[in-house]
């Protein structure tokens, strides 16, 4: 499926029903705090986005993934997938370890906050995720950071 920038894939309020795949382009998971966008992910291509909680508990997304450049996505439908498990038993190793994958992943972003400053935060992803400094606005990885974009601006002046 082909999308432009700006458009949704998962809008606030409506229920997680897939997995979503970036063949081409990055979508972004963001939660709306007080009216403040909170960027809580960055997928780009090869990897995935969803909201995890909204599947398992089958209730309305806090979450809203849209696209920030024009992408082109793949759409796991779990629906569709939990009715050919019988005949595609696969499908279900694949959900399992993608699920595992995602959750993994969730748990590194969140120790980056616990036990990290902002500026070993900025450069863990300079050193573990570069392609991600290269797509993204300062404002947006300001706020994936958890800082103002005046304070990135002084981190990413600073040299070690």
Known sequence: MDIKKGE???KEGVTCWAF????????????NKDGTVINLNFALEGEFATNITSIKKHEP???TIDAIEDSS????DLDVMAREHDSHPTLILFVRRLSTHLLVA???H???FKLYTPTERYRYIEEHNPRLLQRISLSQLASYLGVTRETLS???GKKD
Request: glycine share 4%; proline share 0%; charged share 20%.
């Open 8 to 10: 949704t894939v998962l």
């Open 20 to 31: 979503y795949l970036v063949e081409t382009g990055c979508l972004r998971t963001w939660y």
């Open 61 to 63: 997304s806090n979450l």
């Open 73 to 76: 996505i793949w759409i796991f």
């Open 106 to 108: 969730s748990e590194e």
């Open 110 to 112: 969140s120790n980056l």
């Open 154 to 156: 002084r981190i990413r």
